[in-house]
């Protein structure tokens, strides 16, 4: 997850903040179970384990994060099926 989405949640997605959208530097923690688990359950949510950037990140964040990069690459291809359109005609 890079920056601009982390603001993007904050500022659009509307989704509740009474649980944390990252629990960052699992290793490090208690919830370092959560790695070899894959994910873990934390105040009633479900996290997924990110061991890339190791992470545990709310289910809910990564469902709206996936559709906002869905909708993104859309309009990418319409914009470049449109200017292709126009370069051929």
């Not at 960052?24 to 994910?39: E, I």
């Not at 994060?65 to 051929?88: G, L």
Request: glycine residues 4%.
């Amino acid at each position: 997850m890079i920056q601009s989405e982390i603001d993007a949640i904050n500022s659009e997605s509307g989704l509740h903040r009474e649980t944390p959208y990252i629990i960052a530097n699992v290793s490090k923690t208690q919830f370092s179970v959560a790695r070899w688990a894959g994910g873990c359950t934390y105040q009633g949510e479900r996290y997924f384990y990110d061991p890339v950037n190791d992470e545990l990140v709310r289910h809910d964040v990564l469902r709206w994060i996936a559709t906002r990069r869905k909708e993104k690459h859309r309009s990418r291809v319409k914009e470049e099926a449109a200017k292709q359109i126009t370069m051929e005609v």
